[in-house]
């Protein structure tokens, strides 16, 4: 694969300054002086187009953040039947309004966030959900009284001072509460034939690294390198946003020369995989499994990974993580207001058929399955955050499908591992169970690519018997608002890695009547989920109430991922530059945008930046830029020190 740490080729992470080996300065020179005419010539035309497409262009579209439209928090919202009537209004025809300006397919975050830009610059907005309660992967669901979410389980870079902070803030007008998770927010364990092993990860960069050392003390040259290539490469982040702004033919003319990877560490690294650049390191396999531990939220195995996207997540959570009060439902829940305080709706129960195209090919609208009966809804503009397989596989007419440019998109896609969530209802209180706020990972090999190898490769009655790893938290440890809501009760989530496949003959079937086989299959991962849970936390036998499985089906009925995955499959292919740079909000359909993780990167804050270019190109203006102008204005008259 071009750009790998084997092509002599290509800058590699080893050239990036201050991380590994530098360029000794002959070598440099010798690489300027025989490069120079093209760097130069690429270097002067990459800054021209950065400053006429990312700071200097002034675009006629109207400002969504014009002034801060931050307020004082109002107290939790609790009545069930005030949250219903905002997260679950149902679709009608009487709901629908008048003279829409956009029509988004899909509530999740980056669903909601695009909508409600364009609501604050003027515009009337419906967003259309199939599942019975809108929020995507921030909605919430009862379980035996109880409440469970299936998404959010922590989230980073939330001080009041951050950019990702003020953005949410903005979008909800200030009404979203954020409780800090404490040190350690995270625990990795280590389960082998000598024993147990704990590694907590502690918030704050001296912290984090100082945490690493005590455990792994003969090994603190590997940490320190690691560290700094961490934070080298994750100064990047807005590079990607660079990519979605040039033209795709600059792109690809930039990466030729080798001017992408030569000016950004991030691009440099985003084609190396975390495997390699963890076996350039001086460390054992027990601090290669531990530096590799949260894999499974962006769900590429090390040798696939992209250094690039760890090394963002790693640095993400280095000041600590957070958690919304009240429950990850609050997102959606504060923002819809928004939307449809500019004339807009967001209705529930109202799967969308299909993209409706003029004559001349282009989104004019989209169609509406309501019982038995189809609903044409027309809009000048249609964005979609139903993912790009969804997209254009389920949603266009299969003559556009077969577009050039709709196709090479496809071509660039895969689906991903997808997961097996237990949902576990306890009987006592976070004190009383002994529960902690912070994610646990549970692994039982430091081969992690051999184990989720072997285990893929199972059959779905083996592989129960060989269950790689483990991602144990609990909702109600997080929230400061559980214990008032649900006193004396407490849920934990265990997920695990799973084949569609194992579960795909049972797709056609609706949910709870899929037959004893299926159960049966659900029940062996159940026991082996709880067997791993007893061992770890041995206070909690006796105190289950309830035990229930979300199956890759399960994700596919109520979060729509065509293969029950979250995203899509982030690997090596799929974050080269000039993929990247194609995947971008303008669809090759007229009118027909894209928004959300697919458009950027996983994650909340993935969806979120998705959000902001999909409303930056309908838009015609910076976006992100209009953001950080605003940021700044209310910064210069606050006191210095922010919390």
Not at 196 to 208: C, H, L, N, S
Not at 611 to 631: E, G, W
Request: glycine share 8%; proline share 6%; net charge positive.
């Amino acid at each position: 694969m071009s750009g790998t740490l084997g092509d002599p080729g290509r800058p590699t992470i080893a050239s990036i300054p201050g991380a590994a080996a530098q360029l000794e300065p002959e070598g440099a020179t010798m690489m300027w002086l025989w490069a120079a005419p093209g760097l130069v010539a690429g270097f002067l035309l990459l800054m021209v187009m950065v400053r006429r497409l990312v700071l200097g262009r002034r675009w006629d579209g109207p400002n969504p953040f014009a002034e801060d439209v931050r307020r004082p928090p109002l107290a939790l919202v609790t009545d069930q039947e005030a949250r219903r009537r905002v997260l679950q209004q149902a679709f009608s025809d009487a709901h629908v309004p008048d003279q829409l300006d956009a029509v988004v397919i899909g509530s999740g975050t980056g669903g909601l966030a695009v909508a409600a830009i364009l609501a604050k610059a003027g515009k009337r907005v419906l967003v259309l959900e199939q599942h019975t309660t809108a929020g995507g992967c921030c909605h919430t669901f009862g379980l035996d009284g109880l409440e469970f979410d299936t998404g959010i389980h922590h989230v980073g870079q939330l001080k009041k001072s951050s950019f990702c902070r003020f953005f949410l803030d903005q979008i909800s007008e200030g009404q979203l509460n954020w409780a800090y998770l404490g040190s350690p927010f995270d625990i990795v364990v280590l389960e082998g034939p000598n024993g147990r092993r704990e590694f907590p990860m502690y918030a704050g960069e001296k912290a984090y690294v100082q945490g690493l050392k005590e455990k792994f003390p003969h090994e603190g040259a590997a940490i320190d390198k690691y560290m700094k290539m961490v934070k080298e490469v994750a100064k990047g982040t807005l590079h990607i946003v660079l990519l979605k702004l040039l033209p795709v033919p600059v792109v690809r003319l930039l990466d030729k020369w080798g001017l992408l990877a030569f000016f950004s560490p991030f691009l440099r690294a985003v084609t190396q995989s975390l495997a390699d650049v963890l076996n350039q390191l001086p460390a054992s396999p027990d601090l290669k499994a531990v530096l590799s531990y949260i894999y499974p939220t962006y769900g590429v195995i090390p040798k696939n990974a992209s250094f690039s996207l760890h090394a963002l997540l790693i640095n993400h959570f280095l000041e600590g993580a957070f958690y919304p009060r009240g429950g990850s439902s609050e997102i959606a829940f504060h923002i819809i207001p928004v939307i449809q305080r500019a004339g807009g709706a967001v209705l529930t129960r109202a799967t969308v058929n299909s993209v409706l195209l003029d004559s001349a090919g282009r989104a004019c609208g989209v169609r509406v399955k309501k019982d038995q009966r189809l609903v044409n809804i027309f809009s000048p503009t249609v964005i979609s955050n139903a993912g790009i397989l969804n997209t254009y596989e389920r949603l266009l007419p299969e003559k556009v499908r077969c577009l050039p440019g709709i196709q090479t998109h496809l071509e660039m896609v895969q689906h991903s591992v997808s997961t097996l969530c237990v949902f576990i209802c306890l009987r006592g209180s976070k004190k009383n169970l002994g529960l902690e706020a912070n994610n646990c990972y549970v692994y039982f090999d430091t081969d992690i690519d051999q184990a989720m190898e072997r285990y893929l490769s199972l059959s779905r009655d083996q592989a129960v018997a060989h269950i790689p790893y483990f991602f144990i938290t609990s909702p109600s440890a997080k929230d400061p608002t559980w214990k008032d809501r649900f006193p004396d009760q407490s849920t934990l989530m265990m997920m695990l890695p799973a084949r569609y496949e194992w579960f795909e003959e049972w797709q056609e079937e609706p949910p709870r009547k899929r037959g004893s086989d299926y159960e049966a299959l659900k029940d062996s991962f159940i026991d082996a989920s709880m067997s791993v849970l007893m061992k770890l936390h041995p206070q909690l036998e006796g105190k289950v109430h309830n035990v229930s499985v979300g199956s890759p089906l399960s994700h596919q009925v109520f979060l729509a991922g065509s293969h029950g995955e979250n995203y899509l499959n982030r690997n090596l292919n799929r974050l080269q530059p000039h993929v990247m740079a194609t995947m971008r909000a303008q669809s090759p359909i007229p009118n027909l945008y894209l928004t959300g993780q697919d458009v950027f990167t996983c994650g909340l804050f993935g969806a979120l930046h998705g959000a902001l270019l999909c409303s930056s190109t309908i838009l015609q203006r910076n976006v992100h830029l209009d953001l950080l102008r605003l940021q700044s204005r209310v910064s210069a008259v606050l006191p210095k020190k922010i919390n």
